[in-house]
């Protein structure tokens, strides 16, 4: 059988990178995108057998379509988008910049959009295919200094929703995960008596690893055949939904 491609962007990390092995680990040749982390996505593409490297800068409409070449001069079909690649920078509203709002819009929030744009018509030829928004928790529920960091999560989940309703008669199915406060990068370096309010926040009493949410990702991209324009949260029950 000739393999499908599953997309994760900001692969090299965290999430990423988890969902990156997950896939591989279900049969998907997978693209790890990158930008900054060269690295760390070198080091996840020499693990799995099945994978290749996309750099572009999400930032930028040129990065997006760096992207979009480099799937469409590949002979194997694009089953699966990941938008997983974001940026988070705490502020309260009144001293947040105009930079950090710039830069959250157009890579947690344009990036997504374009993408899926440009992407889905691969898709649409296939009439098959999954696309994956990772969100956040902090998009359902609110989070102090996380407002525009906020907006950006609930703005991928109504357009979830939205692509989710354009893109059924393709036989294409987008849906969000929306992690909760996961062990990764963005967190690690919490202080104990920031990590300890959040744990008071959370019924079980931990945070999650990227590997749950990549379960669920892997889920959504293998089965779910009848899940579409849903918002699927991984929070430990910090937020129901």
Request: net charge positive.
């Amino acid at each position: 059988m000739e393999m499908k491609i599953a997309l994760v962007t900001g692969g090299g990390r965290g999430i990423g990178k988890a969902c990156c092995e997950a896939l591989h680990d279900v049969g998907f040749l997978v693209g790890i995108h990158y930008n900054s982390s060269e690295s760390e996505a070198k080091a996840v593409s020499d693990k799995l057998k099945n994978s290749f490297l996309i750099k572009g800068d999400l930032s930028t409409i040129e990065g997006c379509e760096a992207i979009y070449e480099s799937i469409k001069n590949r002979k194997e079909k694009l089953e699966v988008l990941v938008n997983n690649a974001g940026w988070v920078k705490d502020n309260p509203i009144f001293s947040a910049s105009l930079e950090e709002f710039d830069k959250m819009i157009n890579l947690n929030m344009k990036a997504t959009w374009y993408l899926t744009k440009r992407l889905s018509r691969f898709m649409i030829r296939n009439k098959s295919g999954r696309i994956i928004n990772i969100s956040s928790v902090v998009g359902s529920l609110a989070n102090p200094t996380q407002s525009i960091y906020g907006m950006t999560k609930a703005a991928i989940d109504n357009f979830t929703k939205v692509a989710a309703l354009e893109f059924a008669q393709n036989g294409i199915l987008v849906n969000s995960v929306a992690p909760g406060f996961i062990t990764t990068d963005m967190t690690k370096n919490l202080n104990q008596e920031v990590v300890d309010k959040i744990l008071a926040r959370i019924p079980l009493q931990r945070m999650g690893n990227p590997e749950e949410v990549a379960e669920v990702v892997k889920f959504l991209a293998t089965s779910g055949s009848y899940i579409t324009g849903t918002v699927i949260h991984v929070n430990g029950g910090m937020y129901a939904g």
